[in-house]
């Protein structure tokens, strides 16, 4: 079974500065795809940023970008010039990519404070 | 395009009681999917659904946890005796492909 860690609880950053948030995962598969959600308050769940596993290439989304390390297994979300409405929970998901049961596997979260 | 629809948002109810939830996924997905959540961790897979057919259930305490997806589409999540331990916030998604999941609101459930 795949496990998601996110070690860091809570982060706190001040508005337009950078931060990063860390998560690794264990698989043993070498084909499959994660995943930052954000969820604020309000619950929705809304999709950060996607990155798959056999690209090499880091994944950028305009302010939000990934350090995609496949050997160990980590998996980081750099936010750039934060802003107070990127306060929110963030969870670091994993994807399996071999068809069929592909539910997301989650961490725990990390509880980013923007201090304006 | 309508997102992924959940009701009740909240609901509260005692130990032993029985309580279902609804989800309407976005038109069109064929992958629907249900998790839990309890406070202070992130979501679980409960089930998930292609078309009208059980994928994975595989965490499901089928013991007093039971759902359906009628004609592919609609799916209630049911619990029957509640315990303490399933408040939880219960999440629908729904999927076009293995790319995105799509997440309606939730539904607090408060088991007292």
């Known amino acids: 079974a795949q496990t998601v860690t996110q070690s860091q609880p809570e982060m706190s950053v001040q508005e337009a500065e950078t931060v990063t948030l860390s998560c690794t995962y264990d698989?043993?598969?070498?084909?499959?795809?994660l995943f930052w959600y954000k969820q604020p308050p309000s619950r929705q769940m809304i999709l950060v940023i996607r990155?798959?596993?056999?690209?090499?290439q880091n994944a950028t989304e305009n302010r939000f970008s990934v350090n995609f390390q496949k050997a160990a297994k980590s998996f980081s979300l750099k936010i750039s010039d934060s802003q107070l409405g990127d306060a929110a929970m963030y969870f670091c998901?994993?994807?399996?990519?071999?068809?069929?049961?592909?539910?997301?596997?989650f961490g725990k979260g990390t509880h980013l404070i923007i201090q304006p | 395009e309508a997102g992924v629809a959940q009701s009740p948002r909240y609901k509260i109810i005692e130990k032993r009681q029985s309580v279902a939830f609804w989800c309407n996924p976005i038109?069109?997905?064929?992958?629907l999917y249900w998790y839990q959540q309890i406070l202070g961790q992130g979501p679980k897979l409960l089930i998930q659904?292609?078309?009208?057919?059980?994928?994975?259930d595989s965490q499901l305490p089928k013991d007093r946890f039971s759902a359906e997806r009628l004609k592919g589409v609609d799916s209630t999540l049911k619990i029957q005796p509640a315990k303490l331990e399933d408040s939880a916030v219960y999440l629908c998604a729904s999927s076009p492909s293995i790319y995105e999941q799509y997440f309606g609101p939730g539904t607090r459930l408060t088991v007292t």
């Open positions: 659904f292609q078309n009208n057919g059980v994928v994975d």
């Open positions: 698989t043993s598969e070498s084909d499959y795809y």
């Open positions: 990155q798959e596993a056999y690209k090499q």
């Open positions: 998901a994993y994807r399996s990519a071999g068809g069929g049961a592909d539910g997301l596997t």
């Open positions: 038109s069109g997905h064929a992958t």
